[in-house]
């Protein structure tokens, strides 16, 4: 699957996007049952966990289209054609799940009326995250490989981020638009050797778009953490989106080498298990119906950065992803209870 990058020849690769369901399954389905999905039946820990969890905390998925979620999040079996057409409203009755990433942005823009359909589908308090254009974050055209094949002209283009992204995603989400975020692909030797330039340039692009937004930056280059990228998002009122990636350092670590970053929202996304590249750990982890390489010390880590972002008396924002222990939603609910569980031993 591929999306045109806007130049003749010259495409963005697209990455690749039992049961341990003790706690969380659901009823079976039920025969006769009219076309369509619904949520998957709760059961009372989930249910309290829920309701004990802070409503500033949200928490939540990459996307919400997995058929082998039956019995955790949905509640029966339907393809996936269907759940990323109807899936989302039954995605977001679930009371853990408070917030989902609409990661499809990276390959091609989506007009307003897409982001209000989304929209129309979720509660008043539900939250969307969603990636910005690689267009705007990705500094090369890329080959079918994801090979750098020529520079991006519109690389931190802060006109055209606003028309195709900015714009669309807050006439279409409205009070229902989480963090917007710019993920930063791998920059090439130039872009990291010089960490204190690519802020600068970060920097003046962030000032350019829209206030009101809550923009996030998640870079996959452990030399761009430094001083000078904390100085960039302070200047500007954005965040840093810790996250959970071979590609960088320990949750600890970034915190550490960020440490001037002014207090404020909490944004991290859990996207892949140490060790594994995409392809690998979704072929490990299909159908994403179990956790199959639990992670206490990630999530534990997550659950202290939460919980005193809480304290301070500011929102969370976290998504999960299948390739991070096997099932985003599992590791979304078994994160809700180390942030409740953090929060209480104070």
């Known amino acids: 699957m591929l999306a045109s990058a806007g130049r003749a020849g010259v495409r963005f690769r697209v990455p690749p996007m039992v049961n341990q369901l003790s706690l969380f399954k659901g009823p079976p389905s039920v025969p006769g049952r009219t076309p369509g999905v619904g949520p998957a039946r709760v059961n009372g820990e989930i249910a309290a966990l829920g309701r004990e969890l802070p409503e500033s905390v949200r928490l939540g998925t990459s996307s919400w289209a ?59 308090q539900f939250r969307f995250v969603v990636k910005a254009p690689g267009l705007v974050t990705d500094a090369f055209l890329r080959a079918e490989q994801g090979r750098p094949q020529a520079p991006n002209q519109r690389f931190l283009d802060a ?11 807050v006439e279409g989400l409205g009070d229902k638009c989480g963090p917007l ?5 791998p920059l090439s030797r130039d872009g990291t050797q010089w960490p204190v330039r690519f802020a600068a340039r970060l920097a003046g692009f962030l000032a350019a778009l829209p206030k009101g937004p809550l923009y996030a930056v ?84 997550l659950a202290r950065l939460a919980a005193g972002t809480v304290r301070a008396g500011h ?6 992803n299948n390739k991070a222990e096997g099932s985003a939603p599992l590791t979304a609910f078994k994160l809700a209870g180390a942030i409740r569980d953090a929060l209480a031993a104070r």
């Open 159 to 169: 006109r055209f981020a606003v028309e195709h992204f900015v714009r669309p995603a």
């Open 315 to 320: 929102p969370v924002f976290v998504t999960a």
């Open 181 to 185: 975020l710019l993920q930063f692909p």
């Open 218 to 301: 998640e870079v996959r280059d452990s030399e761009l953490l430094a001083s000078s990228l904390a100085g960039a998002l302070n200047a500007t009122g954005a965040r840093y989106c810790f996250s959970v990636h071979p590609r960088m350092p320990a949750l600890a670590e970034q915190a550490r080498r960020l440490a001037d970053l002014a207090a404020g929202p909490l944004v991290a996304r859990w996207n892949l298990r140490a060790g594994l590249e995409y392809e690998a750990a979704k072929a490990r982890y299909a159908p994403f119906d179990r956790l199959v390489d639990d992670d206490p010390a990630t999530r534990d880590a």
């Open 66 to 124: 997995f058929p082998g979620w039956a019995g955790i999040v949905y509640d029966r079996p339907v393809s996936e054609t269907l759940l990323a057409r109807e899936g989302l409203g039954a995605y977001a009755r679930h009371p853990c799940l408070r917030a989902v990433g609409i990661d499809r942005t990276f390959y091609a823009p989506l007009p307003a009326f897409d982001f209000a359909r989304y929209a129309a589908q979720v509660p008043a």
